[in-house]
């Protein structure tokens, strides 16, 4: 599968070994490479800084393996099925071969879905099992799978069925993804843990993971608090202009989310506008505040496949960017989209958040060990540049209308809120009532601050309870870039540009935060 994401054309007839056994084979190779590691005398500073980014992201997975958090923490976001699932989305669809790999790569599935039911019920033997409502939320997804949700994606694949092979193992995939669901419902859901929360211990270890920083956890909470609320107060000035007297913030979001001239009709239409935006915030963007090379500039968009998670997501290129980048949008079962929070958030995706960002790294192989480029992203670099991409543009004019604006902070209060609730609900911090935050106080911050309607606020809600200490990451990434930009102008003066300073903190590649706050605070301005 990882052949199929960096695109390079090996192992297309095959998924991964999704056993103990495979694990350990990969952990293994974790610790021999670690080993050789410790030999490596860098000898400038890109040796340097590739040495240490390697050290820290293969420690990290490390842990993540020993501590059989890898095996235990799943979701609705994440998990083998579904990134089985997806997997196929990104395969070549061109030759003959492509095809037959594609019927060998479906007869795979039942294979794959039973080692990975060993895989979690071996570890449920010894008390370590995912939270209920993720099983249920994972299950919900291979109903969908099992329910012509391969035969449809096929279809889609082969409208003429030219192939019918794929169409023959598509069945297959959907028979192992009911069984699948089946175990999930009548054997794994009555050994699952009942709680949600991971608790401290747990929490600091993925925290650490998706930032590469230490935090201060109370006092971040504390910080999601007050940015909240600064960005809450924007929005009801804005309030104001689009519902004059508005009760609360989800009034204004309810008129904007009705009002057509943002409302986009058509899932072709969809993919237009979102592929049109795209092309001209390259066009724009280029030159001036960035440099995007010409075998980055072609971000497509497509819709995302049946069953996804509700937000929309971004796909690297392959090594040869033979398949460019790929934004892609859940419909969620409808055919229409409202265009007012779409802004920020295809800045966020495309350009210049992750498709310049990866873009970026996937082509800087005179300077990135191929570890950086293809296996080295961390959240908090990543997430966090392409959340300060939403707040450049924001600079920049770009939300210069009022229900436009409005999004951009919506987006922005998200993040903020999902600081709140991921650490106070892992953590059992009181909400703002005086309880526990828990799944419904979550989802009632989410609606009143975050203008999320109710479908997306309890799937977000499942997210962050399914994945502890991911959904800081944006925003305590955010604070780290905008605190190393603020820093390098302060201290260059007259020999700080923007356009060197994004060039420079993307070239160096992703890495843990507070390696990059410190990297940063040593560049010279060039």
Known sequence: MGCTYLGNGLNQDKLDDFSIAGAEISANLTRETLKKLTNVQPIDEIDRIAKTVMIERLESGLALHESQESFVLWNVLTSPPSNIRSIFELMPKQSDQDFANIALRLHAVEKAHKEWI???????KGGKTTAQRQVRGVITQLESYAHGGYSQMCANFDPTGKYPD??????????SSAQTAAYLKDEYLPLANPNDAVGAQRYAIWSRYFTGAELDLRATYEWGIADLKAINDRMWVLSEKIKPGAKTLREVADVLDHDPKYIIKGKENVIKYLQDFTDAAIA????????IDERIKKCEARLAPEGSASAPYYNPPSEDLSRPGTTWIPMLGKDEVSSWHLVSTWYHEAVPGHHLQIGTVTIEKERLTRFQRTAAFISGYGEGWALYAERFMNELGAFDEPGIEMGYLSAQALRAARIVVDIGMHLGYSDFDGNI?????????????????????RSETDRYLGWPGQAISYKVGERIWMAARQDAQARLGAAFTMKSFHRYALTIGPMGLDLFAAEMAMWDGK
């Open 166 to 175: 794929i169409h023959s193992a598509a069945k297959v995939a959907e028979k």
């Open 284 to 291: 724009r963007m280029d030159g001036e505040f960035f440099e």
């Open 437 to 457: 935050w828990n799944a419904q106080s979550s989802r009632k911050l989410l609606n009143e601050s975050a203008l999320l309607d109710e479908a997306h606020s």
């Open 118 to 124: 060993g895989t979690i019920s071996e570890v449920a």
